[in-house]
């Protein structure tokens, strides 16, 4: 079982950035992609980002160009680095692990509003 814990959040005014970091525990050698989901008030959870073991990384269309996704293999950890954050950016973003298991952290609220 692989437990995570996500960190970065908070309120950001428009055009601002933030950084999100999720550390992963437990079994971590199942997995191998990593990636952040979000989910915004009355609206399902949707993709944004995800990288694999090897460094092969996806992004949604809406986060293309101002979000990048890393990957520290050696800490077990993922990081989202948020640029040029929008209104409509504002949701509750959710760590997303895939491997012999899937497992999701519990999420973390990212605020963009002036």
């Known amino acids: 079982q692989v437990q995570l814990v996500e960190s970065g959040g908070g309120w950001v005014q428009p055009g601002g950035s933030l950084r999100l970091t999720c550390a992963a525990s437990g079994s971590i050698s199942s997995i191998s992609a990593m990636g952040w989901f979000r989910q915004a008030p009355g609206k399902q959870r949707e993709f944004v980002a995800t990288?694999?073991?090897?460094?092969?990384?996806n992004y949604a269309l809406s986060g293309k160009g101002r979000f990048t996704i890393s990957r520290d293999n050696a800490n077990n950890t993922v990081y989202l680095q948020m640029n040029s954050l929008k209104v409509e950016d504002t949701a509750v973003y959710y760590c997303?692990?895939?491997?012999?298991?899937?497992?999701w952290g519990q999420g973390i609220q990212v605020t963009v509003s002036s």
């Open positions: 990288i694999t073991r090897g460094g092969y990384t």
């Open positions: 997303k692990t895939v491997g012999t298991t899937v497992s």
